[in-house]
């Protein structure tokens, strides 16, 4: 799992950057400012286009990949955004721009200030305008109308093929749902034994009800974004009610299991609202967030089979962010790992295993 961060660059250089690999006619260098990340490096500007393909804005985003990503994999999200904005206006979500070679991925060798070269590759895309919904606390028609979005980007996903995007991260990719079984080797970096059996607990309990469904042949397959967390979508006040304006950050994308979509909306939807209401009741957690899986599952529904697997799901997606997240951070030192959702997904995974699985589907799919 060990990676290198891409290296971080001064405005000077991010300017320069953007004008010798993407059409702009200028680039405002005061304007640029790093926007916290997982792993990528993420840069906002101002700039004018020479020449627009369908992005408006002045507002951007370079995006600096971390280093295991391939050249593929980083078109192959673009060319999805791409997509996802031509079907309409039902997802909202930014254009991507070309570089001037024409393709939209620059592979190009940075100097950071350190002074150490790095190879990396590089991406531009509309900024869009909004507040990270992770700043609120949304209220159920909100929830609603995010689940329905999110729903939309799996069905239209549906007519999207990339072997890129495909291949690259389904078979042993350690955040995908499927492969949780994976993290047992970092648990190293649970140093709580409290925590650390409460993981090994949710990681049988996922293996004995959920693994063998994976080869039923019943829980279908596809496309999907698999990180709509608090931070990757955006919201705005429209005559003081707040609206849903953007889903950003399919750098995760990949091809999985529609049901963990779903999964991983939910667990990163009980991180926020525990947040921001530190409930401990665990059907009154679920209460919450049941407009998100009511708004997801009314633009793509899911079998049974499918739904019988939300549960276990869940508490293995908390166990991923709870794992991973301490890995990363002992790695890193990145405080904002740490903070983001990783420490209260241990918080709202201890309060989830209180309560019975039947009880919180039900809650979930009463709507």
């Known amino acids: 799992m060990a990676q290198l961060v891409p290296p971080q660059l001064c405005k000077e250089t991010v300017t320069e950057l953007v004008l010798r690999s993407f059409p702009f006619r200028g680039v405002d260098v005061s304007s640029v400012m790093e926007l916290d990340s997982y792993d990528d490096r993420n840069y906002y500007f101002n700039g ?14 370079l995006k600096i990949w971390k280093s295991s990503e391939s050249y593929a994999h980083c078109e192959g999200r673009s060319l999805l955004l791409k997509y996802l904005r031509e079907c309409g206006d039902n997802v909202p979500c930014p254009w991507p721009v070309r570089c001037k070679e024409g393709n939209y991925t620059v592979e190009c060798s940075l100097v950071a200030q350190s002074s150490v070269a790095n190879s ?11 507040t990270v919904m992770e700043e609120v606390d949304p209220p159920p ?4 109308e995010l689940g329905k979005a999110v729903g939309n980007i799996s069905r239209n996903l549906q007519n999207f093929s990339n072997v890129a995007i495909e291949e690259c991260t389904t078979a042993s990719y350690i955040w995908n749902v499927k492969n949780l079984s994976s993290i047992r ?3 190293h970096a649970v140093e709580d034994p409290m925590r650390k059996e409460m993981a090994n607990h949710v990681i049988s309990a996922f293996e004995k009800s959920v693994v063998p469904k994976l080869s039923s042949g019943l829980l279908r397959c596809g496309l999907v974004h698999t990180d709509v967390n608090g931070m990757n979508v955006l919201v705005q006040s429209v005559n003081g009610i707040l609206k849903l304006s953007g889903i950003i950050d399919f750098g995760e ?11 991983i909306f939910i667990a990163y939807m009980m991180i926020l609202k525990y947040k921001h209401n530190t409930i401990q009741d665990p059907y009154q957690l679920a209460q919450l967030i049941s407009p998100a899986v009511s708004g997801f599952l009314h633009s793509f529904p899911l079998n049974s089979e499918e739904l019988d697997c939300l549960y276990y ?6 166990c991923q962010s709870g794992v991973l997240g301490l890995h990363t951070y002992k790695e890193t030192n990145n405080e904002y790992v740490l903070n983001m959702h990783c420490l209260t997904a241990w918080k709202v995974m201890e309060i989830m295993l209180k309560a019975s699985k039947e009880e919180i589907e039900k809650i979930w799919l009463s709507e």
């Not at 799901?313 to 908390?318: A, D, E, F, T």
């Open 48 to 61: 004018v286009l020479e020449r627009c393909d369908h992005a408006t804005s002045k507002e951007y985003i």
């Open 120 to 130: 990396s590759l590089v991406t531009v895309q509309e900024y869009l305008p909004g």
């Open 141 to 144: 028609y909100l929830l609603f």
């Open 185 to 187: 080797h970092y648990m």
């Open 253 to 263: 994308s990949m091809k999985t299991f529609y049901v963990f979509e779903v999964v």
């Open 313 to 318: 799901s869940v508490l293995g997606r908390l």
